[in-house]
Nanobody
Framework: QVQLVESGGGSVQAGGSLRLSCAAS????????LGWFRQAPGKEREGVAA????????YYADSVKGRFTISQDNAKNTLYLVMNSLKPEDTAMYYC?????????????????WGQGTQVTVSS
């Protein structure tokens, strides 16, 4: 059973930075897709970034390209999301998720495991 625990959210002013962490345990497969999603009130959950552990390829939503960076520390079994140049529209609950290495990263329905979420609030 994979367990995911996010941390690092908070409140920042526009232009600021945050680093989200997702501590993972219970891996039983050699290849996963690890993703970050966010959901603002009244909106659908949207994919922000993903990393495929087998190929090490990364993907980003257009809205965060050049500002956010996803990475993984294998030794610590931790997934990170560094968020720079934050904007008020980045305000949301952020979730990390894990799914099989074959899934389409942007579709939340294809992920099997989810963390509890961490809130990010960006003020103007």
């Amino acid at each position: 059973q994979v367990q995911l625990v996010e941390s690092g959210g908070g409140s920042v002013q526009a232009g600021g930075s945050l680093r989200l962490s997702c501590a993972a345990s219970g891996y039983s497969y050699s290849s996963y897709c690890l993703g970050w999603f966010r959901q603002a009130p009244g909106k659908e959950r949207e994919g922000v970034a993903a990393l495929y552990t087998g190929s090490r390829r990364t993907y980003y939503a257009d809205s965060v390209k050049g500002r956010f960076t996803i990475s993984q520390d294998n030794a610590k079994n931790t997934l990170y999301l560094v968020m720079n140049s934050l904007k008020p529209e980045d305000t949301a609950m952020y979730y990390c998720a894990a799914g099989g290495g074959y899934i389409h990263w942007v579709d939340p329905r294809q992920y099997t495991y989810w963390g509890q979420g961490t809130q990010v609030t960006v003020s103007s």
